[in-house]
């Protein structure tokens, strides 16, 4: 971890001796208005449809004409996009994708992006203390829209990535009237993972807060993404700690095709993941993620956490449902290493039954599904341990929509190609049902051996299940 | 053989809930609930399957063999508007086999599809005890047409549950 922060500081300054150029222009061509925003230093530009990568014109608090000349939509909704630390001095590449993303869905909408640059491109503790600052000239443009023009702050969505997070809950906590919604995208860890709830984004600062932790490795303050719960709705896709596609060898090869250019993007890959979450949910919106709540990581690995009921799933993104719980509730799913990142999630149940003494650890099986629709084949995997006459539950997961279940297939895998020990007498298990929860679509489905009782032995052929019940379990009956 | 009936089927019509009803609640639960007791969610339903008059009867059996009898029937929750079935076709290690199943349920899309060498057909219907297995005769068939008063249905289905009822009883 450490190396790798000393990484991204060098990489920085290398970086930053490229672009030393930018910084102080912002100061010099400031407009003054009003008396009360003289200090602001974060600019505020609304970007267009057709513009998405440029800041061209800007909203300047204090300077009324600024609000017409930009053509602000005053009847529909505004998200403003707050960045974080930046080791370039200059937008990453996700600020104009995730602008598009929203004018996309919104087409009518208000987007912002608010530019701090210059004092997020500083060390990070200093660009950190910074955020006070930024949500501070946030909470005045926000609060001088609605006393200029009235502008509803229902219609309000801030959104911050990393630091950006945090200064977005600051701006939150500082306006006249709560805003609607602020979506924290991988809030930023240190500095902030121990902190007050006033000086980091907490669930008082606007009327909902959702967030996504997906950088979440290390130990609690050392970390990129912060760990603890901080919202309303806080979702671990893939558990929060790092991310399906951002290991070494996948960064090689983006390397190999794209080139050094992209370096900083594999940094912060998982970091990032967040965002991309996000835009997936704008531009996917028929076919949201849904996370799962869960009291532990470890309870959702053995699929114990699938349940739609009373609000214990939400979809990620953009159409969350706003529960705000009493107590902020840590909620999972599993996605795939690129967009779009919906997978589908299973709980299954099977029950070993046989005269076998030995338990046997880190057992390697495969499971097959058949649907309506498709199948998903050869799915591996593997339980610690497996005995006689205990009940094993786990869960997987598929990247395709197989439809409604309709049989399964089962294999105990062998330890090697050629095992003595699997060959001189392989060992072996009865099994009469094996019970499926399927996540999305909120059945439960159970698979019969269709001999009464199936023989699964390590090592030889799979064994076929066929549905002989189903039921779903979010209608109300009654 | 006649007293017993009749006394059951006063009990039906009391509205009390009989012991023909608790022997299929018995089975859902079993198949809710795993020896290890998860699924802290797992609906609390069941309770209301009151034999409320209009509700749907089905069959209800997992994986029977080709000829063999379905003994069971359930008088489905509310929102349970179909009997489904699916029979599944295909070689095993022991040749040719047919299997079929047959419950309530609140949706139903009926498909046929062959899924490695297995035929599945999944059947939907919506009268009462629709369901049947293709090998077995209907209830009272010659008799009693299918269409019969509730009463007629109430007695026959008890009737066949006599012998699972005495057996709970001893």
Same mark, same amino acid.
């Not at chain 1, 009921?309 to 953009?318: P, T």
């Not at chain 2, 006063?10 to 509205?15: K, M, T």
């Not at chain 2, 797992?42 to 009898?69: F, I, K, W």
């Not at chain 2, 629709?130 to 090998?135: A, F, L």
């Given at each position: 971890?450490?190396?790798?922060?000393?990484?991204?500081?060098?990489?920085?300054?290398? =970086?930053?001796?490229?672009?030393?150029?930018? $910084?102080?222009?912002?100061?010099?061509?400031?407009?003054?208005?009003?008396?009360?925003y003289?200090?602001?230093e974060?600019? !505020?530009?609304?970007?267009?449809?057709?513009?998405?990568?440029?800041d061209?014109?800007?909203?300047?608090?204090g300077?009324?004409?600024?609000?017409?000349?930009?053509h602000?939509?005053?009847?529909?909704?505004?998200?403003? /996009?707050?960045? $974080?630390?930046?080791?370039?001095?200059?937008?990453?590449?996700?600020?104009?994708? %995730?602008?598009?993303?929203?004018?996309?869905?919104?087409?009518d909408?208000?987007?912002?992006?608010?530019?701090?640059l210059?004092?997020?491109?500083?060390?990070y503790?200093?660009?950190?203390?910074?955020?006070?600052l930024?949500?501070?000239?946030?909470? @005045?443009?926000?609060?001088?829209?609605?006393?200029?023009?009235?502008?509803? +702050?229902?219609?309000?969505?801030?959104?911050?990535?990393?630091?950006?997070?945090?200064?977005?809950?600051?701006?939150?906590?500082?306006?006249?009237?709560?805003?609607?919604?602020?979506?924290?995208?991988?809030?930023?860890?240190?500095?902030f993972e121990y902190?007050?709830?006033?000086?980091r984004?907490?669930?008082?600062?606007?009327?909902?807060?959702?967030?996504?932790?997906?950088?979440?490795?290390?130990?609690?303050?050392?970390?990129?993404?912060i760990?603890?719960?901080v919202?309303?709705v806080?979702?671990?896709?893939?558990?929060?700690? !790092?991310?399906?596609?951002?290991?070494?060898?996948?960064?090689?090869?983006?390397?190999?095709?794209?080139?050094? $250019?992209?370096?900083?993007?594999?940094v912060?890959?998982?970091?990032?993941r967040?965002?991309?979450?996000?835009?997936?949910? %704008? =531009?996917n919106?028929?076919?949201?993620? @849904?996370?799962?709540?869960?009291?532990?990581?470890?309870?959702?690995?053995?699929?114990?956490?699938?349940?739609?009921?009373?609000?214990?799933?939400?979809?990620?993104?953009y159409?969350?449902?706003?529960v705000?719980?009493?107590?902020?509730?840590?909620?999972? +799913?599993?996605?795939r290493?690129?967009?779009?990142?919906? /997978?589908?999630?299973?709980?299954?149940?099977?029950h070993?039954?046989g005269?076998?003494s030995?338990?046997?650890?880190n057992?390697? !099986?495969?499971?097959s599904?058949?649907?309506?629709?498709?199948?998903?084949?050869?799915?591996? !995997?593997?339980?610690?341990?497996?005995?006689?006459?205990?009940?094993y539950?786990?869960?997987?997961?598929t990247?395709?929509?197989?439809?409604?279940? %309709?049989?399964?297939?089962l294999?105990?895998?062998s330890?090697?190609?050629?095992?003595?020990?699997?060959?001189?007498?392989?060992?072996?298990?009865?099994?009469? @049902?094996?019970?499926?929860?399927?996540?999305?679509?909120?059945?439960?489905?159970i698979?019969?051996?269709?001999?009464?009782?199936?023989h699964?032995?390590?090592?030889?052929?799979?064994?076929v299940?066929?549905?002989?019940?189903d039921?779903?379990?979010?209608?109300?009956?009654g | 053989?006649?007293?017993?009936?009749?006394?059951l089927?006063?009990?039906? =019509?009391?509205?009390?809930? *009989?012991?023909?009803?608790?022997?299929?609640?018995e #089975?859902?639960?079993?198949?809710?609930?795993?020896?290890?007791?998860?699924?802290?969610?797992?609906?609390?339903?069941?309770? #209301?399957?009151?034999?409320?008059?209009?509700? =749907?009867q089905?069959?209800?059996?997992?994986? +029977?063999?080709?000829?063999?009898?379905? @003994?069971?029937?359930?008088?489905?929750?509310?929102g349970?508007?179909f009997?489904?079935a699916?029979?599944?076709? *295909?070689n095993?290690?022991?040749?040719?086999?047919?299997?079929y199943?047959?419950?309530?349920?609140d949706?139903?899309?009926?498909?046929?599809?062959? +899924?490695?060498?297995?035929?599945?057909?999944?059947?939907?219907c919506?009268?009462?005890?629709?369901?049947?297995?293709?090998?077995?005769?209907p209830?009272?068939?010659?008799?009693?047409?299918?269409?019969?008063?509730?009463?007629?249905?109430?007695?026959?289905?008890l009737l066949s %549950?006599?012998?699972?009822l005495?057996?709970?009883?001893?």
């Amino acid at each position: 971890m450490e190396s790798k922060a000393l990484f991204l500081v060098a990489l920085g300054m290398w =970086l930053q001796s490229l672009t030393a150029t930018r $910084g102080g222009v912002a100061a010099a061509d400031r407009i003054t208005g009003g008396r009360d925003y003289i200090d602001i230093e974060s600019k !505020f530009a609304l970007r267009t449809p057709e513009d998405t990568a440029e800041d061209t014109c800007h909203l300047i608090p204090g300077v009324t004409e600024s609000v017409a000349n930009c053509h602000f939509n005053h009847s529909s909704k505004t998200f403003v /996009v707050i960045h $974080g630390w930046t080791v370039t001095g200059m937008y990453e590449s996700w600020v104009p994708k %995730l602008v598009a993303a929203l004018y996309k869905r919104e087409p009518d909408s208000n987007v912002i992006v608010v530019d701090w640059l210059s004092r997020a491109q500083q060390h990070y503790p200093v660009s950190a203390g910074y955020t006070k600052l930024v949500g501070k000239d946030v909470a @005045k443009f926000i609060n001088w829209m609605a006393e200029e023009f009235h502008y509803p +702050l229902d219609n309000v969505h801030l959104l911050g990535y990393s630091l950006g997070a945090h200064a977005a809950g600051i701006a939150g906590s500082l306006t006249n009237k709560k805003v609607n919604r602020i979506t924290g995208l991988d809030p930023a860890g240190p500095n902030f993972e121990y902190a007050e709830a006033p000086s980091r984004l907490s669930p008082d600062d606007a009327d909902f807060v959702d967030v996504l932790h997906t950088f979440t490795r290390g130990s609690p303050g050392r970390s990129i993404g912060i760990q603890k719960p901080v919202g309303h709705v806080d979702i671990y896709p893939n558990g929060g700690t !790092f991310q399906p596609g951002c290991n070494i060898g996948e960064a090689i090869r983006v390397i190999a095709e794209r080139g050094l $250019g992209d370096v900083d993007q594999l940094v912060k890959c998982s970091h990032e993941r967040s965002i991309h979450l996000f835009i997936d949910s %704008l =531009l996917n919106e028929e076919n949201p993620s @849904k996370a799962y709540r869960c009291n532990s990581k470890e309870a959702f690995e053995k699929g114990l956490c699938l349940s739609c009921r009373k609000n214990r799933c939400n979809n990620l993104g953009y159409e969350i449902n706003k529960v705000r719980a009493k107590r902020s509730s840590k909620m999972y +799913l599993k996605t795939r290493s690129q967009m779009p990142y919906k /997978v589908f999630h299973y709980q299954v149940k099977i029950h070993f039954s046989g005269t076998e003494s030995d338990t046997q650890t880190n057992q390697a !099986f495969e499971i097959s599904l058949y649907g309506t629709v498709a199948e998903s084949e050869n799915i591996p !995997f593997t339980l610690p341990e497996v005995s006689a006459n205990k009940t094993y539950s786990f869960l997987i997961y598929t990247e395709v929509d197989i439809g409604e279940l %309709l049989m399964l297939k089962l294999k105990w895998k062998s330890d090697s190609y050629f095992s003595w020990s699997d060959w001189w007498s392989s060992p072996g298990f009865a099994i009469e @049902k094996i019970r499926v929860k399927a996540g999305e679509t909120q059945k439960k489905v159970i698979f019969c051996s269709r001999e009464k009782v199936s023989h699964l032995q390590k090592g030889k052929a799979s064994v076929v299940f066929v549905k002989c019940h189903d039921k779903s379990l979010n209608k109300k009956s009654g | 053989m006649k007293a017993p009936a009749a006394l059951l089927l006063a009990l039906l =019509l009391c509205g009390q809930p *009989g012991t023909g009803r608790a022997q299929d609640e018995e #089975e859902e639960e079993h198949a809710d609930v795993g020896p290890e007791g998860y699924d802290d969610d797992d609906d609390e339903e069941g309770q #209301e399957a009151s034999v409320a008059a209009g509700l =749907l009867q089905c069959y209800a059996c997992q994986s +029977l063999y080709r000829g063999e009898r379905c @003994k069971q029937v359930q008088n489905c929750v509310h929102g349970h508007s179909f009997c489904k079935a699916i029979m599944s076709h *295909g070689n095993t290690e022991s040749g040719p086999l047919t299997t079929y199943s047959a419950w309530c349920a609140d949706t139903c899309q009926p498909i046929t599809k062959t +899924l490695e060498g297995t035929l599945m057909t999944l059947t939907c219907c919506q009268s009462t005890l629709c369901n049947i297995p293709p090998w077995q005769e209907p209830p009272g068939s010659g008799a009693g047409s299918p269409q019969g008063s509730p009463a007629m249905v109430a007695a026959t289905l008890l009737l066949s %549950l006599l012998p699972g009822l005495q057996a709970m009883g001893s």
